[in-house]
C-alpha cells in the first residue's frame, strides 16, 4: 500500500494532446489515470530478455506492466514473459521488429552486431553515469539520435530500468597485466566485449542463466552480470573467487522498453502517456533497489570469501586506449555512429568538468577512509 501510495504522489493532472505526444520535445514522464469504460481495451505482450529468478529486472519489467494497466483503469493490458518465454533473451529485438511481441524489455548492447551505435543505449566503456547518462538522453538529444537507430529496425525505445555503475566482473584466476587477457574467454557483452577483445581476450555474450555453468565447464574463465545482488543470486561467488572493480566497461546502465512501432502508432494518446509513465517510473525504481541491494550483498560475499579486486592501472590504461580507438574506427566507417558519437563525446566533456565541481569535490570530502 505504500509503494501504490508513493506512484500516486508522482502523477499529474491531464494536460493537452500536444504536451502529452509521445515524441515531445519536452518529455512528459508521469502520465494521469485514463478513465475505466471511455478506451478501447488493448494486450499486449512483453519479451523479455531476464529469468524470472532475478527478482529485481524482472519485477521491473512486470512494474511497467501493472503500472500501465493502473493508469489506464485496467484498459491496456500487457503481460511480461520472462527469457525463453516468447524469444531467446538475446533476440528480443528481432522479436519486436517483426511485430511477434508487441514490445520487449531488454539492453540494447546486446544488439551492436546489428548497429555498434546501440550500446549507446545502454553504456559504453569509460562513459556516462546514470544520471549523466539519463541528463545526455533527455537534455542534450541523446534519445532522439537513438531513436533513428532504432526507427530502422521498426520500433521506438524508452529508458526503462538502470542497474547503476556494474563491476567489473568475476575472475577464476588473477589478471594483473594486458599480457595476462590474452586468450582469456570471458562473457562481457557490448562495447565493452569488443575492447577486450582489442586486449586479447576471447569476449562473447551469454544471457544470464547460461552464465554460471559456462564458468564451471570452464567453457569461459571471466564474466561479468551486474553487481553483487544479481551475481550471488546466480551463484557467480561459487565458480569464480576474485571479484573484480571498477565496472569500467558499464558506467552507467540503463536497460529498455522497446516496442513495435506500428503497435506504437494505434495507441490512443492517453495509452502511450501510461506506457512512457511506466518506463520512467522503472527507470527511477530500478535504480533505487539495485543500489540499496548491492550494498549489503557486497558484505555478504566479501563474508564468505570473495576476494574484491582492483583491475590494475595497466589494464585500465589499456582498456581506456583501446575503447578511444575503437569509438574512432567506428566514427570513420559509419556516419550514422559518428553523429551519435560526436554528439556524445561533446556532452561527456562538459558534464564531466560540470560533476568534477558539483559532485566529486564534495563526495571526496565527505567519503570515509
Aim: hydrophobic fraction near 40%; proline fraction near 6%.
Amino acid at each position: 500500500m505504500k509503494r501504490r501510495h508513493l506512484l500516486r504522489q508522482f502523477t499529474i493532472g491531464t494536460a493537452t494532446a500536444g504536451t502529452l505526444a509521445a515524441c515531445s520535445n519536452q518529455p512528459q514522464f508521469f502520465g494521469s489515470q485514463v478513465q475505466s469504460g471511455s478506451q478501447p481495451r488493448v494486450e499486449w505482450r512483453m519479451a523479455t530478455s531476464w529469468p524470472e529468478n532475478l527478482d529485481i529486472v524482472f519485477g521491473i519489467a512486470k512494474l511497467i506492466c501493472d503500472r500501465v494497466n493502473e493508469l489506464t483503469g485496467g484498459n491496456f493490458l500487457i503481460t511480461a514473459f520472462p527469457a525463453g518465454g516468447i524469444a531467446p533473451p538475446l533476440e528480443i529485438l528481432d522479436t519486436i521488429q517483426a511485430g511477434t511481441a508487441e514490445c520487449g524489455h531488454t539492453a540494447g548492447y546486446y544488439y551492436t552486431s546489428k548497429n555498434p551505435a546501440f550500446a549507446f543505449a545502454t553504456s559504453v566503456p569509460f562513459g556516462l553515469s546514470p544520471n549523466q547518462h539519463l541528463a545526455w538522453m533527455y537534455g542534450a538529444g541523446g534519445l532522439d539520435l537513438l531513436r533513428e537507430v532504432y526507427a530502422d529496425y521498426n520500433a521506438i525505445n524508452f529508458p526503462a530500468g538502470s542497474t547503476g555503475n556494474q563491476m567489473g566482473g568475476w575472475f577464476k584466476r588473477k589478471v594483473t597485466t594486458l599480457a595476462d587477457l590474452k586468450g582469456l574467454k570471458i562473457r562481457m557483452p557490448g562495447l565493452g566485449g569488443e575492447v577486450m577483445k582489442r586486449l586479447g581476450a576471447a569476449a562473447q555474450t551469454l544471457p544470464p542463466e547460461e552464465i554460471p555453468p559456462a564458468l564451471e565447464r570452464n567453457d569461459i574463465e571471466a564474466a561479468e552480470w551486474v553487481g553483487p545482488y544479481e551475481d550471488e543470486k546466480l551463484g557467480l561467488n561459487k565458480v569464480a573467487p576474485f571479484y573484480y572493480y571498477p565496472g569500467w566497461h558499464e558506467p552507467g546502465t540503463t536497460y529498455e522498453l522497446i516496442v513495435n512501432r506500428g503497435s506504437w502508432d494505434q495507441l490512443p494518446t492517453g495509452y502511450q502517456q501510461a506506457l512512457q509513465a511506466a518506463a520512467a517510473e522503472a527507470q527511477i525504481m530500478m535504480l533505487s533497489q539495485y543500489d540499496a541491494a548491492n550494498r549489503e550483498a557486497l558484505q555478504r560475499l566479501v563474508s564468505s570469501g570473495t576476494e574484491l579486486t582492483p583491475y590494475s592501472s595497466e589494464i585500465i590504461n589499456g582498456a581506456q586506449a583501446a575503447a578511444l580507438e575503437l569509438y574512432e574506427g567506428f566514427s570513420s566507417q559509419d556516419g550514422g555512429f559518428r553523429r551519435i558519437y560526436d554528439n556524445w563525446k561533446g556532452f561527456r566533456q562538459g558534464i564531466y568538468q560540470w560533476n568534477r565541481i558539483n559532485e566529486q569535490s564534495l563526495g571526496e570530502f565527505i567519503s570515509p577512509s
